[in-house]
């Protein structure tokens, strides 16, 4: 009788309470996490499934989720037609096969990456001062942006309407990732938290679409394949490859993810990486004096070259054009996600970017 109900599937059940306590001890014992799984169990895993995945010219992950969805469906249809003839036994073998896939899902992502979110938070291992964001600071590391930008400013390529691109395109920029973080791997502090596996980056090819969402890159664990939306705007890619790259080296919160990307960048020979980070951190710190004086960002903004500036204004305008229900959609499903995951301020990590900015400065001053 159990059988034919399919309660077998019990026993793939039993993975959803092991995935609760592994989640739950976790998030209690950072600093285990960090030493056990952060740097050691998962460096392993991803040391040997990543390169499998490299070698692909296309997204496995893509085609991975466009499959599930085409039989999600199929199965929908399929129980749709066949409701009258269903019996309540055959119903209730079938939510344990959902169930059961459902299990094993969370499972693997939690074993093969996401327990990375409860590890030691990264402004600890990296010895920074973590207190209150002043203004002063912040229009400090502002300014040292907006600098950083109009250094690069001329050594740049222009298209004819006057904003930024780089030759050869994302396939030709997303080769360049790995230079960064090898370099980034010498520094002595954040160095240790970097491992060495290497990053291949995919475009993903329905972006167009991607960008009416309002998501610029998706990692997937279960094939460490860093995914890029290639629609956006030139000087936002590499940043974003960045990003994403940063999710493979095990740096799941959003804030950290974005701070170990503009490492990475500006340690990166190519200007464009290195003008990609500085204009990626000047977003964010101008949202966020934007919010605290208002007078103090326009005398900020002003100071940038016009040719950056440029540069966020089409960007304002790609942003503005995919506004929409399902960009906002979309927002809260990733609010909810993280959430999910222990970043309790959902989207808003995202911009606690600036904290660790602030931090670094303060950090940096105070040696």
């Known amino acids: 009788m159990f059988k034919r109900l399919g ?44 390169p499998v995945f490299g070698l692909l010219t296309f997204s496995m992950a893509e085609l991975i989720v466009v499959l599930l969805a085409v039989l999600l469906i199929v199965y929908i249809i399929r ?57 002063a600071d912040l229009a400090a590391v502002t300014g040292e942006e907006v600098a950083a930008i109009n250094k690069l400013s001329p050594l740049l390529l222009y298209d004819k309407a006057g904003v930024t691109y780089y030759e050869g ?41 991607m960008s009416y969402t309002g998501i610029e890159g998706i990692f997937i664990p279960f094939t460490y394949e860093p995914s890029i939306n290639t629609d956006c705007p030139d000087f936002v890619l590499p940043f974003n490859i960045s990003h994403e790259t940063a999710h493979l080296k095990g740096f799941a919160r959003e804030d950290e993810a974005n701070f170990i990307a503009y490492l990475a960048s500006c340690q990166n020979p190519d200007k464009y990486y290195q003008y990609s980070g500085h204009m990626s951190a000047l977003m964010y710190l101008s949202n966020a004096l934007y919010a605290t004086d208002q007078n103090l960002w326009k ?69």
């Open 7 to 50: 309660l077998r599937y019990i026993w793939v059940l039993l993975l959803l309470p092991v995935t609760i306590l592994l989640q739950w001890l976790c998030s209690n014992y950072p600093q285990f996490t960090e030493n056990i799984y952060s740097r050691g169990i998962f460096p392993l895993l991803s040391g040997i499934i990543a």
């Open 79 to 135: 129980g749709i037609l066949h409701f009258r003839r269903i019996r309540f036994r055959g119903i209730i073998r079938g939510a344990l096969k959902l169930a059961a896939i459902a299990a094993t899902a969370l499972f693997l992502f939690n074993i093969m990456w996401g327990l990375n979110y409860y590890r030691e938070p990264l402004y600890k291992n990296l010895g920074y001062v973590n207190g209150d964001v002043n203004k």
């Open 169 to 209: 395109g994302f396939t030709a920029m997303r080769k360049e990732v790995n230079v960064g973080y090898t370099l980034l791997r010498s520094d002595k502090i954040v160095g240790t938290l970097i491992d060495n596996v290497k990053s291949s980056p995919k475009g993903v090819i329905p972006s167009q679409l």
């Open 299 to 367: 005398q900020e903004f002003a100071q940038l070259d016009k040719r950056a500036a440029a540069d966020f204004n089409n960007y304002n305008d790609f942003l503005t054009k995919h506004q929409g229900k399902v960009s906002d959609a979309a927002e809260k499903i990733n609010d909810n996600y993280l959430k999910s995951q222990g970043q309790t301020q959902g989207v808003i990590s995202y911009d606690m970017f600036v904290n660790l900015l602030v931090s670094r400065f303060a950090t940096q001053r105070a040696r």
